[in-house]
Every structure is written in C-alpha cells, then in structure tokens.
C-alpha cells in the first residue's frame, strides 16, 4: 500500500479501501476503514498521490499529544556502561498526501489501531503521551504492516548504576519514518540518571528504504531540538 501512485487508484488491504476516480481535473477521494469512511474531491492535472506511514499522534485529534511512550511487556535492566540494540513495534498511521513540483498537501490521515493515551509524569507537570505496549524483540519482528512498525533501539547506559526500563517515551516531533514494505524507526536512548534520560533518532535512510513525508517539514516547521529529556524515570 505505501507508495506514490498516479491519480488514479484502487487500493484494499486488510480492512483498508482506497480509490480515487474520475477524469480530466476533477477527482474523488474515497478511503474506508473498517466503518469509517472519508470523501473528498480534487481538483488537479499533474500531482501525484503518496501513500506512506506518519508520526503516530495525529489521532483521533491533532495536538492530544505529541509524544509516543512505548511501555516494555517485559523489563531491561542494563548494567553499567553497556551498550546495546535491541526492536520494539509502533502504532501505525497512515497519511494521504498530494504532491507536485512545489508543494506537498495533506490529504487524509487514518490508523486501524484504537488510539490509547497515558500521563508520564506528575499530574501537575507530566504530558499526556499516545500509549503503546511492545515486546522487546532480538531481530527485526514480522509485522502487520498497515497496523504496526518496527523500532530499532540502540541503548547506552551512561549513569554509575544498573537501571531498570519498563518505558520509554519519544517526541513525535523528532521522529523520522522510513519504508519499503513495513514502517521503519531507529531510535537511541542514553541513560543519564537512575531517573533520566536523552530519547532521539537516526535521520540517515536504510539501504533499499524511502523516506516518509515529514508532517512538521510539510508545514514549514523548523526542527532545533534534537532530543527529548525523559525526566520522570523509565518505569
């Protein structure tokens, strides 16, 4: 399903239907999953339709969160000054997006997981994250892949003591998405304190993968920060 097509499609996978029809400059869009659809008509002549995985907190509200915490089936505990990598699965969401020359516009954006949130942190301070429970995988897991993506993990364990994680949380806004027939994510966790820590992500593409549509970039967003403190701890 992930790819760049002309405008004009028929597309079903699982419980995802995607067509778009029409002639000339008018278009219709039409997307279905599971019982919810989505309609709409373009106007255009010469754009194309990309099809590719997106940062996983557009649903089922923008801006409900802009963080991913990814809680561990099983715990890590990691020994001093050891270095590590090891795979967890993400939620996937699926973005629609118009392409020209100069331009890149967002289409439609939809997900067949059931968004779930959590607070790390205090109640007074903490941020709401969107919730996602992985196993922690030695090689790279199979995958459905309209439904989940796999996320390496290198870990340092930089602090004086062993440390437990149960979670991890990233920031959506750092993150970068590749493909080719699933959704791919490498990310690095530095442990700093018993109780804190550095998440971030590899932007380099792997060999034989494409590089997903940054959303934040779409809309003239300029990246600063690299990193997200996790100040709250890891369990």
């Known amino acids: 399903m992930f790819g760049k097509y002309k405008l004009s499609l028929q597309l079903k996978e699982k419980d995802i239907e995607i067509t778009i029809d029409g002639r000339g ?3 219709r869009y039409y997307r279905k999953v599971g019982g919810e659809e989505e309609e709409k008509y373009i106007y255009a002549e010469n754009g194309e339709i990309v099809i590719c995985p997106v940062e996983p907190v557009n649903l089922p509200k923008e801006g409900t969160a802009e963080h991913l915490l990814i809680e561990l089936e099983k715990s890590i505990v990691i020994e001093p000054n050891v270095k590590d990598s090891f795979y967890v699965k993400f939620p996937i969401e699926i973005g629609v997006f118009l392409i020209d020359k100069t331009d890149v516009e967002r289409i439609d954006i939809f997900t067949r997981v059931k968004p779930k949130y959590i607070l790390y942190g205090s109640p007074e301070s903490g941020i709401i994250c969107r919730w996602w429970k992985s196993n922690v995988y030695n090689d790279v897991p199979e995958v459905d892949r309209t439904y989940e993506g796999v996320m390496k993990v290198d870990i340092k364990n930089s602090y004086k003591e062993w440390v437990e994680i149960k979670k991890l949380v990233f920031r959506a806004f750092d993150m970068k998405i590749f493909y080719d027939g699933y959704a791919y994510m490498h990310s690095q966790v530095e442990i700093l304190k018993k109780l804190m820590g550095e998440t971030s992500f590899i932007k380099r593409r792997p060999k034989g993968m494409k590089e997903s549509i940054d ?3 779409a809309k003239g967003i ?7 403190v996790m100040e709250w701890g890891f369990k």
């Open 25 to 27: 400059k008018r278009r």
């Open 215 to 217: 959303i934040y970039l």
């Open 222 to 228: 300029k990246r600063f920060e690299k990193k997200f």
